[in-house]
C-alpha cells in the first residue's frame, strides 16, 4: 500500500499538463524570489482579494505545491480552486501565498525527517526560507496581519506533514494548520517530535483525509491528535474531517477545502 501511496506523491511531484488552458484567477500573480537556504530561485505564485487595499491588512494562508493550487495547466490531475472558491466567497478576505515544490526536490523540501528507502528529510532549509525569506518579503510587500494567530500554513500529503510540522516547530509564527493526508509514516520520529515540543494550546489543527487513502492514514491522524491533546490542546483548537469517497488526489482535496479554510480562518 505504502509503495503505491508513494508512487502518487512521486507523481504529483513531477507531473504537470501541458494540454490544459490556465484557469488562474485574475487576482493570481507570481513572482521568483531567491532561497538561499535551498540554493535557488523559488517561483512564487499570490492570491490577493478582488478589493485588496493597502488601507486594509489581510490574514496570510501560506501553502505547499503551488502548481496544484490556482492553476489547471501547471497542476497534476486537476487544481485545487483556491482562486475560483475566494473569489466567489469574497469573504473572509485573505492572501494565499503558493510556494512551488521543487520537482525532483519535493521529497527533500517537505519532509522534516529522512526515510531509509527514500531520503529525504531537508524540511527545515524549507521552513527557514519560508520563515526567514518568504514571509518577511510578504509582509513588507503586502499589506498582511503578521501575527501568529493570522499566519497558516497548509497542504497535503507531504505538504500536510510539513504543515504539522511548521506549526510545532515554529509555533511564534503559524497558529493555524491545514493538514490533508498527512504523510506521518515517511518517517516515525515525527511522532517523537510531537512528544518533546512545546506546543502553543491556542494552536489550531485542522484534519482531513479520505477513507478510500491507505489503511493507516487515519489511525495515523488520530494517533497524532492523541498525542496533541496529551500535550495540552483541547479539542476545540482540532478538527477531524474523514471523506468516506476521499481518496489520495487533488478532487478530495479540492472538495475538502472550503471547509477547512471557514474554520481555519475565522
Known amino acids: ?30 513572482f521568483l524570489l531567491e532561497a538561499p537556504q535551498l540554493d535557488k530561485i523559488k517561483k512564487i505564485w499570490v492570491y490577493t482579494p478582488e478589493n485588496y487595499s493597502e488601507e486594509k ?13 490556482f492553476d489547471a495547466q501547471t497542476s497534476y490531475v486537476g487544481e485545487w480552486g483556491v482562486d475560483e472558491f475566494l473569489d466567489s466567497i469574497k469573504k473572509p478576505e485573505v492572501i494565499v501565498v503558493g510556494i512551488e515544490h521543487g520537482n525532483e526536490k519535493r521529497i527533500d ?16 532549509a524549507y521552513l527557514e526560507f ?25 497542504g497535503s500529503s507531504l505538504g500536510g506533514l510539513i504543515s504539522f510540522y511548521a506549526i510545532l516547530k515554529y509555533p511564534d509564527i503559524f497558529g493555524n494548520a491545514g493538514i490533508f493526508s498527512p504523510s506521518f509514516w515517511f518517517s ?25 487513502e491507505s489503511e493507516e492514514m487515519v ?34 482535496w479540492r472538495i475538502a477545502f472550503p471547509e477547512a479554510f471557514n474554520w481555519l480562518i475565522k
Open 109 to 124: 523540501e517537505l519532509t522534516p525527517f529522512p526515510n531509509k528507502k527514500y531520503g529525504g528529510g531537508k524540511g527545515d
Open 57 to 69: 491588512s489581510y490574514p496570510v494562508i501560506y501553502m505547499h505545491d503551488a502548481q496544484n493550487l
Open 1 to 30: 500500500m505504502k509503495l503505491k501511496f508513494f508512487a502518487i506523491l512521486f507523481c504529483i511531484a513531477g507531473c504537470t499538463s501541458s494540454i490544459a488552458q490556465s484557469t488562474a484567477s485574475s487576482h493570481v500573480s507570481t
Open 130 to 154: 519560508i520563515r526567514f525569506t518568504l514571509k518577511p518579503h510578504i509582509d513588507a510587500t503586502y499589506s498582511t496581519k503578521p501575527d501568529l494567530e493570522n499566519t497558516s500554513i497548509f
Open 219 to 252: 489511525p495515523d491522524i488520530n494517533k497524532m491528535v492523541d498525542l496533541l491533546k496529551q500535550k495540552g490542546v483541547s479539542e476545540d483548537q482540532i478538527k477531524i474531517v474523514v471523506n468516506p469517497n476521499g481518496e489520495h488526489n487533488e478532487s478530495s
Open 188 to 212: 516515525d520520529t515525527i511522532y517523537e517530535f510531537t512528544k518533546n515540543s512545546n506546543i502553543n494550546p491556542d494552536a489550531r489543527f485542522y484534519f482531513m483525509a479520505g477513507a478510500k
